[in-house]
């Protein structure tokens, strides 16, 4: 029913998303849509978006999977790898049965299961002509549970978080993922990839 044009510069991108979700928000709602489409100048545009603010600033609320997707500390190593392949993520927050982030767990907590002591130790095991990495990780993937290899989720972020505290975190601190949380529990999570496909290729 209309068609919007933005001009903008390269750096201008998080105001460009900001003033595009401000206008998927505004053919949402069908009465303020009919007075949009019934303008017949550009006064009469003018007038009817000065009604409609816009954030200058993006926060994490505004790029976040809220798509999300859990799993509880009880749950065994073989349900985790399971959720890994289904959905084609590496990274899953641990919630308690009230939703509650009590930690978190990827797919490199998940190998270093299947990894003896030993080599870890070493650091090398270009000397052994013969090792199944996975051999154990496989034969205990049923007794072992998630909160035998689960990390403490030790930075978190809000949803009002901006985007350049989350870039520096996530730089700072070698992330590519991180949990969202609201008193406690957990409403999204932020990766690298939304940063990417959200901000720098919006």
């Keep these: 029913r209309c068609l919007v044009i933005f001009l903008t510069t390269k750096t201008g991108s998080s105001l460009y998303l900001q003033t595009l979700a401000s206008f998927a928000r505004l053919a949402q709602d069908s009465v303020r849509m009919d007075q949009f489409t019934a303008c017949r100048n550009e006064a009469d545009v003018l007038q009817l978006m000065d009604t409609i603010f816009v954030k200058k600033e993006m926060t994490v609320k505004d790029i976040m999977s809220e798509n999300l997707y859990s799993i509880h500390p009880d749950s065994s190593l073989k349900v985790l790898a399971d959720t890994f392949y289904k ?67 030790k930075l978190t972020l809000k949803l009002d978080t901006s985007l350049i505290k989350t870039t520096l975190e996530m730089t700072k601190n070698n992330r590519r993922q991180l949990p969202v949380v609201e008193e406690g529990k957990i409403v999204g999570v932020v990766s690298y990839m939304d940063l990417l496909s959200k901000v720098l290729r919006a």
Excluded: C, W
């Excluded at 990495?133 to 998630?146: A, G, I, R, S, Y």
């Design 87 to 153: 959905y084609k993520i590496s990274y899953l927050p641990v919630v308690d049965n009230k939703g509650v982030l009590v930690g978190e767990v990827d797919m490199t907590d998940l190998l270093k299961v299947g990894i003896p002591d030993y080599a870890l130790m070493l650091g090398s095991l270009d000397f052994l002509s013969h090792f199944e990495p996975f051999e154990e990780l496989l034969n205990m993937e049923d007794q072992l549970k998630v909160n035998q290899i689960m990390r403490k989720a």
